[in-house]
Nanobody, 128 residues
């Protein structure tokens, strides 16, 4: 059983920074692609960022490029999402998700349900 637990959400002013963490249990972290989705009220859940199991390949949605950075620490079984220059439109529930991959598989699926391991979400609220 693999569990993902997000932390680090909160309420901030526009322009501020937050760092989210996704800590996993189990022994599969180093073999898993890690991604973050977000869902704002009344909107569909969207893929925001992703990082391959090796860390060599990343994915960023256009809306967060240059502001968000995903990283991973395999020794700590944790993936991080550093969010800078936050905007009110970044307000959403952020979900961590993962899927086990082979080393050469760097496909970032855009459907949340394509990731077998999913967290419960952490709220990020950005006020203007």
């Amino acid at each position: 059983q693999v569990e993902l637990v997000e932390s680090g959400g909160g309420s901030v002013q526009a322009g501020a920074s937050l760092r989210l963490a996704c800590t996993t249990s189990g022994r599969t972290f180093s073999r898993a692609m890690m991604v973050w989705f977000r869902q704002a009220p009344g909107k569909e859940r969207e893929l925001v960022v992703g990082i391959s199991r090796s860390g060599s390949t990343t994915h960023y949605a256009d809306s967060v490029k240059g502001r968000f950075t995903i990283s991973r620490d395999n020794a700590k079984n944790t993936a991080y999402l550093q969010m800078n220059s936050l905007k009110p439109e970044d307000t959403a529930t952020y979900y961590c998700a993962a899927r086990s991959t082979i080393l050469t598989d760097n496909r970032f699926y855009t459907a949340f349900n394509d990731y077998p391991y999913r967290g419960q979400g952490t709220q990020v609220t950005v006020s203007s």
